[in-house]
Structure formats: C-alpha cells, structure tokens
C-alpha cells in the first residue's frame, strides 16, 4: 500500500489541474480586448495540457490504490485580461511548489514512476509560467 502522504498530494495535484482547465478555459471564453485574440488560444491550449495532466495524477492515484477526487480548488474567473493573467500565474506558481513537493515526497518514499511524473508535469507547469509572465510584461 501507498503512502497517505502520496496520496493526498496526488488528490491535491488532481485538484489544481481541474481547477486551473476550468478557469483557463473560461478565461478563454471571456477574454476581450485588442490582444485577446492570441491570449484567448494560449488559455485554450494550457487548459487542455491541464486536463491532461490531471488525467495522469488521477490514473497514477487509481494505480496506487486511492481514490482521484472531482472537486477543483477554488476557481478564479473573471477581470479584465491582466486580472486573469494575474490568477493564472498564481496558479502556476501555486502549481510549481506542491509539485516540487510532490517530487520531494516521491523520491524520499522510493517511488521512481511518481517522482517522475511529477517531474515531467513540473517541467511543463513550469513552462506555462513563463507563457504568463511573459505575457504580463
């Protein structure tokens, strides 16, 4: 059996990738304004790699043992585009250090096949950071 820990922080991951699809996706949605054209395709696409990444928690979780939840943390929409853009680099960093975490964990309780997981969706969360800062300045 599992580690709780491992657990927890997987069904925690799980949790901020649907809320992060979710409010990616309606950003998508709601963006106006001169540069939302290109903004609006950027939420879209993260949103999807989001999804995909929850999918691989909650499979990696259903392989351990656990249960994957289906309740998002808490969704941030709304604003204008910086406001979004705001939330959205918050939730990335929020993203970058539970994931660092989770590597942390995964490799002090010898599991290679979670460490790397979440190393490979870090390496991504943290490209999507970039994506938003960039787009700030």
Partial sequence: M????????LNRSIARELQVS????WHHVMAVGLTSPSAKEVFRDIAI???????????????????PTTTPSPIFVGGDLRKMLQ???????EAVTLYREGVKLAADIGDPVTRR??????????????TFSDMLQ
């Fill in 87 to 93: 939330d959205d680099l918050q939730a990335e960093q």
């Fill in 22 to 25: 979710i409010q990616y996706m």
């Fill in 2 to 9: 599992a580690d709780q820990r491992l657990f927890d922080i």
């Fill in 117 to 130: 997981l979440f190393e490979d969706i870090l390496a991504a969360e943290e490209e999507h950071l970039k």
């Fill in 49 to 67: 790699a989001e999804m995909k990444h929850a999918e691989s928690f909650a499979e990696r979780l259903d392989q351990l043992g656990g249960v």
